[in-house]
């Protein structure tokens, strides 16, 4: 009789310490979803306002009235929007795609691709500083920048831009010396961190030699930066590094660019 006690009193405690186990486990499980749900800024909508409300980044203030326009149900489809990987991936993917989709015989120009029945839009523009877009022949003796940026936009509201520029110095033939190159990036999606890598510069060459003709020969300015970011969702870390390249003539164009995967 007093085996039986004690084998009946041992198999009680195992049970009580296999339900305090599991609920121990179950607790950590709902701390740490309650914690995930804390520290995202963009959980629901209220929490996303507040986000746009005290964010320093440029543009925050305008994207904040924009979303207060929303109706209840587009700020829930927006929410899910910032939260959906696939959407990430079609905006890097997107914005590489479209390599030849800016048109070389203009210094100002831009394209577009619509996602989601338009309301997604990913863009690429570029663009030179103080000169004429019409113009049709090599830039001025002089210093100038060109810019290539690319972006994404929910309902409206521009959540990401990236953009990488560069600095040249032309003697009104062609492109002698890069001054510089530099890179920045508005991201007002409060789920996605990303960070700049150190812009590079380079002068490049180009020659072309027609069948029975004079060859011609001289530089292109080149310019690279690689982006580095993560979305966290629910628990899952999806990373991203893409280097975001742009060629440009001595006419202020936008020959070549890319947002490839390093």
Request: net charge positive; aromatic share 8%.
């Amino acid at each position: 009789m007093k085996t039986r006690i004690m084998h009946g009193t041992a198999a009680i405690l195992s049970a009580v310490g296999l339900l305090a186990a599991t609920a121990s486990q179950v607790s950590a499980v709902e701390a740490t979803h309650t914690v995930s749900k804390q520290s995202d800024p963009a959980a629901t909508p209220a929490t996303y306002a507040n986000y746009l409300s005290h964010s320093r980044e440029d543009g925050a203030a305008d994207a904040l009235a924009k979303f207060q326009h929303l109706t209840q149900p587009e700020q829930a489809k927006f929410i899910g929007y910032l939260h959906d990987p696939t959407l990430l991936k079609s905006f890097l993917d997107k914005a590489a795609e479209q390599g030849h989709g800016l048109s070389v015989h203009s210094r100002n120009t831009s394209s577009t691709t619509s996602l989601r029945n338009g309301s997604v839009i990913i863009g690429q523009e570029s663009t030179i500083s103080g000169i004429s877009a019409a113009a049709a022949r090599p830039l001025p003796s002089g210093n100038h920048t060109v810019t290539y940026t690319t972006y994404v936009k929910y309902l409206g509201i521009k959540v990401m831009k990236l953009s990488l520029w560069e600095n040249f110095h032309s003697n009104g033939r062609d492109i002698t010396k890069v001054n510089f190159a530099d890179a920045g990036k508005k991201n007002l999606t409060g789920v996605i961190s990303i960070s700049k890598g150190t812009p590079k510069k380079v002068l490049s060459n180009w020659g072309w030699c027609p069948r029975g003709g004079h060859c011609s020969s001289g530089h292109n300015a080149d310019a690279s930066v690689v982006w580095e970011g993560s979305l966290l969702v629910q628990g899952t870390n999806f990373q991203f590094d893409k280097e975001q390249w742009m060629r440009a003539n001595v006419y202020g164009k936008l020959i070549n660019y890319s947002l490839r995967n390093v």
